[in-house]
């Protein structure tokens, strides 16, 4: 699934997220059951079916929507969701705890623990940079990150998604041409954990790390470049992102 940062529905759940951050929860949770009313895609569906769920005090109610969730994710079943099968699984597991349910607890803490696991996804790959690279050319970790100038990254990112890797290019340091690369990891890789179950639930913008190196294989010329404007608005909120970067 292509994670579209101004489809309708993101965009309510973003809202539904900035109340809930000012401790409007009702209205937050009035914007949720919105966008769950006007979802029209398994995606849409599984994103606010998160939202609601997170909103519900009785466990009963809270199973529910973590039902609804996980039906949508399987019909989706791709790794842009696999990667919130874990918390799905434990926060199930949780609510059971509450209900004092022994035998749903532990089924569910096991089948957490079953789906946590690198992801599956076969690409292609891409990896946005200001940097003028060719192909063959090879990527390590040990570069300042681009959000935290201070900061040696461990890890070299990338991503599934050519517009995610077209809008890090923008992002990036550096006064040259943005490039978004074809790459290939030459190692193992995991879900960027930056990212992952953090505003939204699994990897919705199929975003990866990995410690191995990073094959250039080619450069594309043809994304959905931001505007001047998009990428001040990004960059005003990477600024007031107050959260540490996992490295």
Known sequence: MEFNPHNPIIQLCLQGMEKEAK?????AGTIFNMAWDE?????????????????????????????????????INDDS????????????????????????TIKY???AQKYTHAPSDKG???????????????????????YQSDMIMNHIYFTALLNGAGLAAALAKG???????????????????????????????RSYRTLAPLKITGE????????????QKWKEKLANNKGDIIN
């Open 23 to 27: 401790g409007n929860s009702e209205e």
């Open 175 to 205: 006064d040259g041409p943005e490039r978004v690369y074809m790459v290939e990891p030459n190692g193992e890789f995991e879900h960027d954990p930056n990212v992952t179950d953090k505003k939204f639930p699994g990897n919705p913008t």
């Open 124 to 146: 292609p790959f891409y990896h946005g940079t200001k940097a003028d690279l060719k192909t063959g050319d090879v990527l390590t970790p040990g570069f300042r990150s681009n």
């Open 81 to 104: 969701v696999t990667a919130a099968y874990p918390g799905i699984y434990m926060n199930l597991a949780n609510c059971y705890r509450e209900l004092h349910e022994e035998q749903n």
């Open 39 to 75: 979802a029209i895609d398994d995606f849409e569906k599984f994103l606010a079916a998160h939202f609601v769920a997170r909103q519900q005090k009785n466990p009963r109610d809270k199973i529910l929507w973590l039902e609804k969730m996980l039906h949508h994710a399987n019909m």
């Open 220 to 231: 594309v010329t043809d994304w959905q470049k931001q505007t001047s404007d998009q990428v």
């Open 109 to 111: 803490e096991k089948l």
